[in-house]
């Protein structure tokens, strides 16, 4: 699994047309549909034991996981749901910790890789977008993730997860090269996909203009380079996966169009619900 390390500070240039808001908007609607997280509300506290006070709290809160530089953590923050994050890039949670400082959104940051999950509390809803599972590459850690989720789940909390398809892989990606130049920085992306293990790498070159009092002539670019290990799924396999965890499977939709998962689906978005623990 790789973490983000020099990518992370031209990370949300280069994802500038992510739709985090249109996710931020599914989410809450999912969360409303089938969830038990509510938006964060002190009137319907007022009155409340302590017990009672700490149950509502933990049912209310929404781990993002793997949630990167913090943009949908912010957007879901500014929604009115009370937010956690978790993410193993340091370098990651800084420039999300910088979001926070100047939002005033009450976010705790957590340094972790998701397979070794540990949390101080249950939550009500944990998010994993943006293909983050699609990092995790055996199939015994997707499940280990799996069943650290429902270990830390509410009662009948909600795991709302996307993640790339094999068929994306495989068929659109490929092996390709794409480039992309802004103004003060550029990207090589080199992919490269293996049938046989399932396993997408990228190479990624990256120059990014220095900051300075130079003239525009004498302005240089620092260059560097990140490979990353992505892993292709398709839906059965996640549906084996949540049930031996002990989740239960809600539903599942093709996460571009909101419609049914077909074989051409590129990005599948799943949404599975705690149903007891199973984890050793």
């Given at each position: ?8 500070e ?5 994802m ?9 908007e599914r989410?809450?609607k999912?969360i409303?549909?089938y ?5 964060s ?13 700490a149950?509502?709290s933990e049912?209310d809160?929404i781990?993002d ?27 990651m949670l800084q ?15 957590l ?5 070794e ?14 293909d983050s599972i699609?990092?995790?590459?055996e199939?015994e ?12 789940l ?9 993640f790339n398809?094999d068929y ?11 480039a992309?130049n ?17 396993i997408n ?17 004498e302005q ?9 290990f992505q ?7 996640m549906l ?17 169009t909101?419609?049914?998962?077909t ?8 949404v599975c ?8």
């Amino acid at each position: 699994m790789e973490s983000y390390t020099d990518f992370a500070e031209v990370y949300d240039e280069f994802m500038d047309a992510t739709p985090y808001r249109v996710w931020c908007e599914r989410l809450s609607k999912i969360i409303d549909t089938y969830g038990i997280s509510k938006k964060s509300n002190e009137a319907d506290r007022t009155g409340l034991s302590e017990e009672e006070l700490a149950l509502t709290s933990e049912r209310d809160l929404i781990l993002d996981l793997g949630c990167g530089t913090g943009t949908l953590t912010e957007l879901m923050a500014e929604a009115g749901y009370d937010m956690m994050g978790i993410d193993m890039s340091y370098d990651m949670l800084q420039i999300a910790m910088e979001k926070q400082e100047e939002s005033g959104h009450d976010i705790m940051y957590l340094c972790q890789d998701m397979r070794e999950l540990e949390l101080y509390c249950t939550v009500g809803t944990v998010i994993c977008v943006c293909d983050s599972i699609n990092y995790v590459l055996e199939d015994e850690e997707v499940i280990e993730t799996f069943k650290r989720v429902n270990n830390y789940l509410f009662p009948k909390g909600l795991f709302i997860f996307d993640f790339n398809t094999d068929y994306k892989y495989r068929e659109v990606i490929g092996d390709t090269t794409i480039a992309e130049n802004r103004e003060d920085c550029s990207f090589i992306w080199e992919n490269f996909y293996d049938e046989e293990s399932r396993i997408n790498e990228y190479d990624l070159t990256v120059f990014v203009k220095e900051d300075g009092d130079m003239e525009e002539e004498e302005q240089f670019f620092r260059r560097f380079q990140e490979t990353h290990f992505q892993r292709g799924y398709d839906l059965q396999e996640m549906l084996r996966f949540a049930a031996e965890a002990g989740l239960e499977f809600v539903c599942a939709m093709d996460a571009d169009t909101e419609g049914e998962v077909t074989e051409v689906t590129e990005r599948v978005l799943m949404v599975c619900r705690e149903k007891g623990k199973k984890y050793e």
